[in-house]
């Protein structure tokens, strides 16, 4: 019986999974913080409580995301793209095309059958190509993640933002609701101007159905949907699409996958 | 912010005055105007011909006419700096270069896309590490070293900055890292329309004097600043509102300029050209 844990520490949110022969045992999700080395800790600590296991249960741990590096007790190091290739494997074998809604980037990754990563595509070095474009706005709207989707859902005429830099429309959005603006139409208007910039990756590696969307980003309906109505075909959400690239590195660290 | 000046026929500057902009559709120029008026002791219809520029020129409703901000600025910039060939503009919304002839606009190049590469990059940033913008260039001219701020976006850079300062590095170092960052940045947009001396500095961001130490190192070329930074572009206005009427005058032309209404802007204007 093998148990092994993954953790994925994001640039805003540290996700982690235990699994016992591929199914998960314990999740558990925080915020990030300034202090990556404590989210791991916690996160940690919290899976163990959870399924009530202890240090010597667990054989491997693999670490992935942007903080990977901080976490001191994991065996293994794997890249996010791997994992998330991986995690969408297990979730959707037949999953051809994985769209990565991350806070700090969205990626787009090309499966084969056996969940390896053939292409893929990253968006630039720059906030409004990710989820923390929504946070940005969010915070303008007073809203948290899941307010903001449905609140997006609401709207009947979404704006079209001027530029596609997060702080030049943050500023727009203020501006916009002195203007009478619905906080509605500015998320929905958030929502598009970010799947615009999705769809514009997944069509430059090609599109190739089943195509899943998974991420912190997949937890907004009106995002997928708004995803959806861009590339004109329907996308699978797993239940969990935040913990894709965790469950991907339990799965390398128990070693049960293809190399 | 609204900025008026008003010359005489000499180019002299009779009343200068900064003042707010206001959020709602820029609607204070009439105020900023009558200070300016007060300030020289004039009277609205002492005034031969008013130019409007800037994003806002549309609401100034006393206007004779609109010009762009960069035909503006570099007819400012000129006057001031008869030599200039250059100007470089940063600001908080925005960052442009204008290639300057014999007072006239050549070419320029804009950065309105990405607030990394205009004046906002500082002012967020600023705010991250918890220190007035004013406050910026004093405290990256005590740095021994650049630590290097590697976000290419404004949003991420705030993040970085908190993380180098929780890893011990000090702050003056890091806010200098964040001038090098931009003067990169802007220097980069510069050379798409070419360098040539001399080159004036201006905008909000010319008040700050560790970048216009950081933008000299990105150049490698003297940076020259006007007393009054942000009021080129008004200055400029008012030389191309006293040449236009020396043309008129000289050609035996009359003037009729528009029923001067002080009120506030109500509608958007159509430009004139």
Known sequence: MTRSIGIDIGSSYSKGVIIENLEVLAWHVLTSGSDYRVAAGAIRAELLRESGLRDDDIARTAAT??????????????????????????????????IDVGSQSSRVIKLS????????????????????FMEVIANVLRVDLAGF???????????????????????????????????????AGVNRALAGKIASLVRKVRLEEPCVICGGGALSTSLVKAVEAELGCGLLVPPQPQLVAALGAAIIAAGSGAP | ?????????????????????????????????????????????????????????????????????????????????PGARTAIDIGGQDAKCLKIDRGRL??????????????R?????????????????????????KVPVSSLCTIFAQQEVVALLSRGEKLENIVAGLHDALA??????????GLDPDLVLTG??????????????????????????LLTGALGAAILARETCTRALAEGQTLHPRPRRMEEATFFGTEEQ
């Not at chain 1, 190091?77 to 095309?97: E, W």
């Not at chain 1, 059958?113 to 923390?132: I, W």
């Not at chain 2, 005034?47 to 006393?62: C, E, Q």
């Not at chain 2, 050549?106 to 004046?119: E, I, L, R, S």
């Open chain 1, 113 to 132: 059958p056996d969940g390896g990563v053939t292409n893929f595509g990253v968006t630039e070095k720059c906030a409004a190509g990710g989820g923390r």
């Open chain 1, 65 to 98: 995301g942007c903080g990977a590096e901080t976490v001191g007790f994991a065996q293994r190091k794997a890249s996010d793209m791997v994992c998330t290739a991986r995690g969408i494997n297990r979730l959707f074998p037949q999953a051809r095309t994985a």
């Open chain 2, 121 to 145: 990059f500082l002012e967020v940033t600023a705010a991250a590490l918890g220190i007035r913008l004013d406050d910026m260039g004093n405290v990256a001219l005590k740095a021994t070293r």
């Open chain 2, 106 to 119: 050549t070419g320029f190049v804009m950065n309105d896309k990405c607030a990394a590469g205009t004046g």
């Open chain 2, 204 to 229: 909000g961001v010319a008040m700050n004097r560790g970048m216009a130490r950081a933008m000299e190192q990105a150049l490698g070329c003297a940076v020259l600043i006007p007393a009054e930074p």
């Open chain 1, 149 to 187: 989707g449905t609140l997006a859902a609401k709207s009947k005429n979404p704006v079209t933002f001027g530029t596609g830099c997060a702080v030049f429309g943050e500023t727009e959005a203020i501006t916009r609701i002195s203007e009478g603006i619905t906080g509605a139409d500015i998320a």
């Open chain 2, 1 to 81: 912010m609204t900025k008026v000046v008003i010359t005489d026929e000499r180019d002299n500057c009779l009343s200068v005055v900064k003042g707010p902009t206001g959020a709602e559709h820029r609607r204070l120029a009439n105020e900023v105007m009558q200070r300016a008026l007060a300030r020289a002791d004039l009277h609205i219809d002492d005034i031969s011909y008013i130019v409007a520029t800037g994003y806002g020129r549309l609401n100034v409703p006393f206007a004779d006419r609109q010009i762009t901000e960069l035909s503006c600025h570099a007819r400012g910039v000129a006057s001031l700096f």
């Open chain 2, 184 to 193: 990169g940045r802007i220097g980069a947009l510069a050379r798409r329309v």
